[in-house]
């Protein structure tokens, strides 16, 4: 009895993005950045006696310690991409980070709000000049750092994933098409990070103006309470885009796609189906079929090929 040839059956699973690397890159440079802007800050404090710029500066430290949890991130998934151990690969590594970093970014919020509200009520002397100049660099740098994360929008990417092996089983990795789009929320993450930290420089400065020209002094924690409130809500829909990845969410579309192009001649019928995401541009997916006599798994195959989301397959075909 022969030993079948298994050599062409065997594959990577692998599904980081195409941008990966790029995209660690350029996290790295806005760490690099954030640590520079935080040290500095940190010492004129020293140096000067100002609070106003110590506090900054440890303020930049929070900041400073997510966006390097993104990177670390990024180095674990690239380093473990080909382990065994994960079953799907490490593409979910980066939702992971997202969500703690997103989690962290919910408690500066409440701690923004709070701290607003107490001063609201309990007005401290504040250093207009001083700290005007403080917010303006700090502005300054997160516009440099989004400039560097700029590309983590979703956009399509020339990139083509093609593994066409014959798997008696009915297991397959369909061609991904060169619309896959990618969701990268570890970067995302980072970005938010940066914006949020623009936007209370961007509030600071006005309330600052209004304190020094006009005496509205009660400003500065009005802004306070509003930075808080965006804040808290980017990090709440972070929180709930990456919890799905995270919990294996069933993409609707995607199935129902699946469902159309399966059952679309009318001589199979989809009884179970699992879609879920397993990389920033990549999902897997579990389908179970009854089928009517002579269609394989290797037909259906060639059904889902359009589905170009699906970068991992497994068919399971039943007969009525």
């Not at 660690?24 to 500095?40: C, F, I, P, S």
């Not at 440890?58 to 993104?70: D, Q």
């Not at 469902?259 to 879609?275: F, M, N, S, T, Y």
Request: no cysteine.
């Amino acid at each position: 009895m022969s030993v079948p040839d298994t050599e062409n059956l065997t594959h990577e699973h692998v599904f980081l993005g195409a941008s990966h690397d790029e995209n660690a890159r350029r996290t790295l440079w806005v760490v690099g950045l954030t640590a520079a802007m935080m040290v500095g800050e940190v010492v004129a404090g020293y140096l000067t006696g100002s609070m106003a710029l110590l506090a900054d500066g440890f303020h930049m430290a929070t900041h400073a310690g997510a966006l390097t949890a993104t990177v670390v991130a990024y180095a674990y998934a690239r380093r473990h991409a080909s382990n065994r151990r994960f079953s799907f690969g490490t593409g979910k590594v980066g939702d992971l980070a997202g969500f703690a970093s997103a989690m962290v970014l919910g408690l500066i919020a409440l701690a923004l709000a709070a701290e607003s509200v107490m001063r609201l009520f309990d007005p401290v002397q504040v250093a207009f000049v001083e700290a005007t100049w403080i917010a303006g660099l700090g502005l300054a740098v997160n516009v440099a750092s989004a400039v560097l994360l700029a590309g983590h929008h979703d956009h399509g990417h020339g990139h083509s994933h093609d593994h066409k092996h014959d798997h008696d089983h009915g297991h397959d990795h369909p061609g991904r098409d060169h619309g896959v789009q990618s969701r990268d929320n570890n970067l995302r993450a980072a970005y938010v990070h940066v914006l949020a930290d623009a936007l209370t420089s961007v509030l600071a400065i006005v309330a600052l103006l209004a304190g020094r020209y006009l005496g509205w002094v009660w400003l500065d924690p009005v802004m306070g309470i509003v930075g808080g409130v965006v804040i808290g809500r980017w990090s709440w829909v972070l929180v709930r885009d990456t919890a799905a990845v995270l919990l294996d969410t069933t993409d609707a579309h995607l199935a129902d796609e699946v469902r159309q192009v399966v059952e679309g001649p009318g001589d199979a019928k989809i009884v179970d189906l699992h879609v879920w995401r397993i990389g920033p541009e990549a999902h897997a997916g579990i389908v179970s079929v009854v089928v009517e006599a002579g269609i394989d798994a290797d037909a259906i195959r060639r059904r889902l090929v359009p589905v170009h989301e699906l970068a991992h397959l497994t068919i399971e075909l039943r007969t009525p």
